[in-house]
């Protein structure tokens, strides 16, 4: 795969994930978070899923340091509370 192809593809999936999010219902989302196991959600490619997984305590020290490569993929708002959470350290 070309590096155009794979930056549309990224392109696709942020695009794909904003639209996700403005359509998310909180409360299903939360209950979602509650009963999945915080890997999953770190890994998840849902961007609620992801915050709310980074801001858990049960992602310690060692997990969030270790997460800077994959947080390059992520969607910058999940990118942004990494940041914030990498400075509480």
Request: charged share 25%.
């Amino acid at each position: 795969m070309t590096r155009s192809q794979k930056n549309s593809e990224h392109a696709k999936e942020l695009m794909s994930a904003q639209a996700a999010l403005s359509k998310s219902n909180s409360i299903v989302m939360a209950n979602k978070f509650l009963t999945t196991p915080v890997e999953e959600s770190l890994e998840s490619n849902d961007i609620v899923l992801n915050i709310l997984a980074l801001v858990d305590r049960r992602v310690g020290k060692k997990r969030i340091l270790g997460m800077s490569e994959t947080m390059s993929l992520k969607h910058p708002v999940v990118r942004c509370f990494y940041e914030l959470r990498r400075g509480t350290l």
